[in-house]
């Protein structure tokens, strides 16, 4: 079982890989006015999936 401090950890790492998507998919819209890929929005969907179910417990830490 993953302690507190390694919980915060993973919540950190996901949280900056989701920005960091969202942030990519932000310059492709504003810099060149058009839509994102969307295959690279189906994964950042799918990034943000897999940490809401993290956290609502229907995924396990151990696996993270």
């Not at 390694?6 to 310059?27: G, S, T």
Request: charged letters at 40%; proline letters at 3%.
């Amino acid at each position: 079982m993953a302690t507190a401090a390694e919980k915060k950890d993973i919540v950190k790492k996901r949280l900056q890989e989701l920005r960091n998507m969202c942030r990519d998919h932000y310059a492709v819209v504003a810099e060149e006015s058009t839509m994102p890929d969307p295959a690279d929005v189906r994964a950042t969907n799918a990034k943000l999936q897999e940490l809401m179910d993290l956290l609502d417990g229907k995924a396990k830490w151990d696996d993270a």
